[in-house]
């Protein structure tokens, strides 16, 4: 790829030649001079157009590629986004058919009809948001038992492609196309499994009802764009979910952009296509599904990746065609003058000068601007593998957890629970590596902080050991936090942790709680902040080593004692909380480091009546 930066030395040596040519030929006008100027003299006034137009034009062209290149970054980031989302998802249908099935394992029909704990099981089922049904169906094809409906009516859904796919063979997890429920007359698309037999033969199915609006609603909120696109597609082009929604539910044809995207590379991929409904042309970016027939697609408006090149162009065009009209009188009234003055093309030389120290500024400022990107792309990339590595972790653990205490050898119950611990430990890295990448998922609540500290007494007491003295200062009028419960909990074992290291002698850990509106410390951020101060008397650390405390992977520690991802996660999530986190140290008098996390609006009281506990386990 050519820059501008690149470009400055062709035109010195071009602007010498001139000058050299023009230099000579001065000489001889003091001899005989002429009123038409010379053909070099001309060419070099054709040069001060073509070349800043030159400029003007590569400048433009390498800004387009840059514009379409972010694009395309943005669209497959949020493309990527849509899939974590559809694989979490599916995976909780995969989870709820396993437990219904494990569940009914060895029960006839007539005893799963009268199974009035199954009911209550399935109906608590039916209260996950994703969920908009749970139901089986005998060999026959009829609703036997819902969580929703009791008695169910006489129906018959053999008619249905998820029943007709397992009837003919057990194909394992099954996503059939939208359609209206049977029993709850919406619009819904089914994840069924067959019911294990102990023949392998057919005796109905398990059947997951997912709603649409979960989905469209996940993406209403997922981008900031205007006229954005976003959809859930089966493999074999039939639309399950579509963010704006269409009338019906189209089956995409084999000739359509994302159809042959998909047949050119199945993994992912970018395409253009204009929209069926309101006939936008969008850029799209593609994913699929891991281990799933689904795809999810993402599109922006190709007008708006074209508008922010055209302001850009636009802005060039307001420096650039001023700069070229000057340069040209300038040049002008230089040619006029060169046979009488010497000190005109002095003034030329350093206006090209000028123009030369101007480009390298912008060489040079573009190379910070890759630089940035590029850290910015290391970023989402260690937040996208941390995602893609927790969700193994997850069906790993998942696994395990089937295995456990079901082996009837004790050595292999002690390798299933040591590969739990195992992918235990996987998961806190992986939490640490998303706190790191501000990617971690935040469950923000209102939480009473000094409630949740007096809680933490014990363990903290536990972490820290006997020979380190545990003091707090809570603020009795104390305002609520609005932050994750679990992420606070592991930031403050973190901190601990941190202070039990600097302290190997013994010492104190003091705990302190305060209430702070507008913080000096961040003059952009206006509003009520809950502040947490968790400081010890160990042996402190230089300047130096405060500065970079928050850094990811440094460390003081010595090797096989510490990661390095501690602080950084305690940073990320008062980042990712909308607070801020900074550290004062002294050598010799200790560390404290001081949380400030948002305020939040009193809890209202918990509906004690109207909750519903999920299995053990359970996952959304």
Known sequence: MTTEAEHPPLAARVFGWFSRRTGNRADALQERPRRRLTWPLRGLLATSLAVPLLLLAIAAWQNLRLVQSQGEERVMIEAGELREHALDTVKTYAIVLAWIDARTRGLDWDQIERDEELHRFLSDLDTLPQIDEVWMADAAGHPRVSGRSYPIPAIDVSDRDCFAAEQAQDVGLFIGREQIGALTNSPEFDTCERRSTAGKTFDGIIVVSARPAFFSEFYRTISEDKHFAASLVRSDGSLLVRYPPLGAPPVLARGSPFMQAVAGNPARGLFWGRGETDGIERFYAYQRVEGYPLYVAYGIPRRDVLASWLGTLVNYSLFAVPASLALFGMTLLAARQIQRHTITSWRWRTTARRLRREMNRRALAEAELRQAQKMEALGQLTGGVAHDFNNLLT???????????????????????????????????????????????????????????????????????????????????????????????????????????AMPDGGELAIRTFN?????????????????????????????????????????????????????????????????????????????????????????????????????????
Do not use: C
Not at 519 to 527: A, D, F, N, W
């Open 516 to 620: 702070r509106a507008v913080p000096p410390e961040q003059p952009t951020k206006v509003g009520d902040f809950v502040g947490l101060e968790i400081s010890d008397t160990g042996h402190g650390m230089p300047p130096e080593v405060a500065a970079r405390a928050f850094e990811p992977f440094f460390t003081t520690k010595e090797a096989g004692k510490g990661t390095g991802l501690g602080l950084s996660m305690v940073y990320g999530f008062a980042r990712q909380s909308g607070g801020s986190a900074s550290i004062h140290s002294d050598v010799g008098r200790g560390t404290a480091v001081t949380l400030l996390l948002p305020r939040g609006l009193p809890a209202p009281e918990a509906d004690v009546a109207g909750a519903t506990d999920l299995p053990q386990g359970a996952s959304t």
């Open 395 to 501: 069906v790993l653990q998942g696994s395990l957890e089937m295995l456990s205490g079901r082996q009837q050898s004790d050595q292999l119950q002690a390798r299933v629970d040591a590969a739990l611990r195992t992918v235990e430990r996987g998961e806190r890295l992986t939490e640490q590596l998303l706190a790191f990448a501000r990617r971690q998922p935040l469950a923000r609540a209102t939480i009473d902080l000094n409630a949740q500290l007096r809680r933490m007494t014990e363990l903290l007491a536990r972490t820290v050991g006997s020979g380190i003295a545990i003091h707090t200062d809570l603020a009795p009028d104390l305002w609520p936090v609005d932050a994750d419960a679990t992420q606070l909990e592991l930031a403050v074992i973190n901190l601990a942790i941190n202070a039990r290291d």
